[in-house]
């Protein structure tokens, strides 16, 4: 509606590469596509906007690269500008501030969404001519009718009834950075988890004294207290009281030795960043599911 009634010529072109059904997470892809293309309508006054879509080579797991590219006519991004493009409240062109507005948080978040996901997002712009950005991201080619039905008639009644009606799981998220808290708890949330949030070490244990989490995502290099004291608070905590909350530890280090470490100091797993958000929530889920069945 709003390229229509700016007279914008809107395209959309899917290449014949592209396979017919796709397996993703289309919240959070339909969140970053709406933002690229409303973001072109809104700093295009004449000409066009076209939405392509591309599948790409291999990627890591059998999946294939899908590249969504989004591009306009409109005012282009000044080359004194482009690093500040997808800061939070970036201004593109401070004398069309009161006909255009910044960006907002659409682009940072969308940003931290393609990182969490494993893709990357980028762009070409220039002033006065127009602009295009992209983002490619992993998907898997959706399993045929007959494969899906196959599985689905594999279920058991207990398996089925336990995803029924069952308790929305309450996390604690421990992220000292607030880009990657707000974009990791947004993308929980979506993923149907109650989340509260704290910035350091010291607030988590604070938190978790006073709330009751089935489990907390941790991160280790934090100020005041880093992830791994905060742990070692807790479990002494847990040892007088009796107790145990799931922690997993969330950091950058992804080597054998880091993980030692987390499970030395009390963890009870270990996630690297950036976040895969599907591996995360199939984590969390065989986490609380030991947890409920009794298995430490």
Known sequence: PAAKSKGLDLSITVAANVPEVLAGDQTRLNQVLTNLAGNAVKFTEQGKVEIC???GGSASGGKREVTFTVTDT?????????????????QVDESHSRSY?????????????????GGTISFESEAGVGSSFSFTVPMEEAILKSDALSATESLSCETITS??????????LVEDDPHNRKALGL??????YSIDFAEDGLKAVEMWDKGKYD????????????????TRAIREKERERGGHTPIVAMTAHAFKEDEEKCLAAGMDAFIAKPIDIDKCKLLIGQIIKQKSCGVN
């Open 53 to 55: 879509v591309a599948a």
């Open 187 to 192: 993308l929980l949330k979506w993923a149907n």
């Open 101 to 117: 507005g910044g960006t907002g948080l659409g682009l940072a978040i969308s940003k931290e969404i393609m990182e969490l996901m």
């Open 74 to 90: 409109g005012i282009g991004v000044p080359d004194d500008k482009k690093d500040l493009l997808f800061r939070v409240f970036s």
């Open 215 to 230: 489990l907390v995502l941790m991160d280790i290099q934090m100020p005041r207290l880093n992830g791994f004291e905060a």
């Open 163 to 172: 995803q029924e009606g069952e308790r929305i799981p309450h996390l604690l």
